[in-house]
């Protein structure tokens, strides 16, 4: 069970609650360890420079600072680089630079986000007039509305597909449609079977709070099938640690399924007479404790169902991916605030 924080929940349950939350001061005191996680079998150790890099093949690295990543490719007419964290700075061309004298002339925004690409302006600025920079046409709007120094508004833009060809390296780009950002892209290297998606696929992981904070749930949950569909061998999602492979997106994608089925299994349970979950005696209780009261009913019910729905997510995945004691929660609160709403299901 949930420790629950709020008033309403507390009147309601504060029994239960008393024995549950024994010994627990905050919701951020109760982390699990993350011993025998794929995360931590995959972490890379980095070097006393602070960063890590991954030899791909064939031309083509990841380049971490423990928490996110980079992909770099460097061809006969330059390197690629696509995303470039702020929490990496300057250890990022240093890395570069430790694997190749080629300079960088392309500077990839895998989307807007500035916690991927707030590096953007190390590589594309007015002193290297000969980067040029590639964002999907979503990105570039985004990155034009609210001008930031940090992450210029990209020169080239694209809206379904774009191929890269840089000397003897080719990166397709591809748009899969609004997800967890306007315009995250697919980034693909055929030669080397590497694919990077940000923020989509966590290996070892949960995915991060709230679905990924996706602005559109069903586009996100589409990308795992999206990614699937391509021929790859290592996949880089830009946080955590090492290269992942196709089952790092299998094993989420029977996650997120099952954050679905639970919930909505949740929600089922909540229309019936249940005397614990079903709606009719909950809001009776929360009503009498708090009359008139129309947001406490909405809390407690929405309280109630997510803890529901995460107990049966956590049954099978705790101690089996990293992190469903922090934001499994959030998931099921996120599924039923956004997707039972939809007209069409999350899970298409
Ligand atoms: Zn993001």
Sequence with gaps: MKCLSSTVASLLFWANAAIACTGFATRHDIFLPLNGTLAVENQLPLNAAGYAVSNLGRGAYMITDGVYQSFVLVSTAGVVVVDAPPTTGHKLQWAIGNITSTPVRWFVYSHSHADHVGGAYLFANQSNPKVKTVAHANTASQLAE???????????????????????????????????????????????KVLMMVDQVYAGWVPFESLAASVYVPGWIRGHDQIL??????????HLGGPANRTAVEVQREYVNDVFNNCAAALIKSGTNDPAVGIAALSADVLGNNPNNAWAQFAAYL???????????????????????????????????????LSAPCWM
């Design 146 to 192: 609210r001008p930031d120094p940090n992450r210029p508004v990209p020169q080239i833009t694209f809206k379904d597909r774009y191929e890269l060809v840089a000397g003897n390296q080719t990166l397709e780009l591809f748009f899969p449609g609004i997800g967890h950002d306007l315009g995250n892209i697919i980034v693909y290297a055929p030669k080397q």
């Design 229 to 238: 569909s391509y021929d790859f061998d290592v996949y880089l999602g830009g």
């Design 303 to 341: 309280d109630t169902v997510a803890d529901l729905c995460n107990n049966m997510t956590s049954a099978k995945w705790l101690g089996r991916l990293a992190g469903q004691d922090i934001f499994g929660y959030s998931h099921a609160v996120f599924y039923l605030l956004v997707c039972n709403r």
